[in-house]
């Protein structure tokens, strides 16, 4: 008896994970470099204010005022000063780069699919508890709480980010052949 139509494989689904492009790789190392330097920028704030370069430090707290309260009470500490965000926020985005570096050894970058939303739901689940546990009285959080759990939050949205980026870089490297082959 022939397989049922459900059970159908399209051949380019099949190829396209078994092999990373050139313009998937670049894609990666992009996103994987931009949140290496992003992270690196929360340490560089209070290591230029250490270091006597106020006008950078300054920059750098106020480039990160617009996306953190950056409460000095529930932030991590390095060289005697505050990280330009808190301890959740420093989580959130150690997680999201070690989850963009990690990422080609969990799935392969010829892959352009995100998996299923309710994963990145549940893992937006232990942040929200410690957020409104803390909230709430019910429960003191502490900066490794809340480091913790936004770091598997930033680590899952990683699984989202990337393949989305590799199906930009793919279909924007299409249509920039398709403009360089018409001019020629």
Same mark, same amino acid.
């Given at each position: 008896?022939?397989?049922?139509? $459900? ?7 099949? +190829? ?8 998937? %790789? ?13 992270? @690196? ?5 209070? #290591?230029?204010?250490?270091? *006597? ?7 750098? #707290?106020? *480039? ?14 390095? !060289?005697?000063?505050? %990280? ?5 926020? @420093? =989580?959130? $985005? +150690? /997680?999201?780069?070690? =989850?963009?570096?990690? $990422? ?5 970058? /010829?892959?352009?699919?995100?998996? +299923?939303?309710? !994963?990145?739901?549940? @893992? ?9 546990? /803390?909230?709430? /009285?019910? !429960?003191?959080?502490?900066? &490794? ?6 770091? &598997? &939050?930033?680590?899952?949205?990683? &699984? ?12 924007? *490297? ?11």
């Amino acid at each position: 008896m022939p397989d049922s139509i $459900y059970s159908y494989v399209p051949q380019y689904a099949a +190829a396209q994970g078994a092999r990373p492009t050139p313009r998937a %790789l670049v894609a990666w190392g992009v996103v994987a470099a931009g949140a290496l330097v992003f992270f @690196a920028a929360l340490f560089a704030a209070p #290591y230029a204010a250490a270091g *006597g370069h106020f006008s950078l430090a300054r920059s750098l #707290y106020d *480039g990160f005022g617009v996306i953190c309260h950056q409460q000095p009470a529930r932030s991590f500490h390095a !060289w005697g000063m505050p %990280l330009a965000v808190c301890a959740r926020c @420093a =989580g959130l $985005y +150690a /997680g999201f780069a070690a =989850g963009a570096i990690l $990422y080609p050894l969990f799935r392969t970058l /010829g892959r352009t699919d995100a998996p +299923a939303r309710r !994963w990145l739901f549940l @893992a937006a689940a232990p942040t929200s508890i410690d957020f409104l546990l /803390g909230l709430s /009285g019910l !429960w003191e959080n502490t900066h &490794l709480s809340r480091s913790l759990t936004a770091a &598997l &939050l930033g680590a899952v949205a990683a &699984l989202y980010v990337v393949p989305g980026a590799v199906d930009f870089a793919a279909s924007r *490297g299409r249509k920039l052949f398709r403009v360089r082959a018409a001019r020629s």
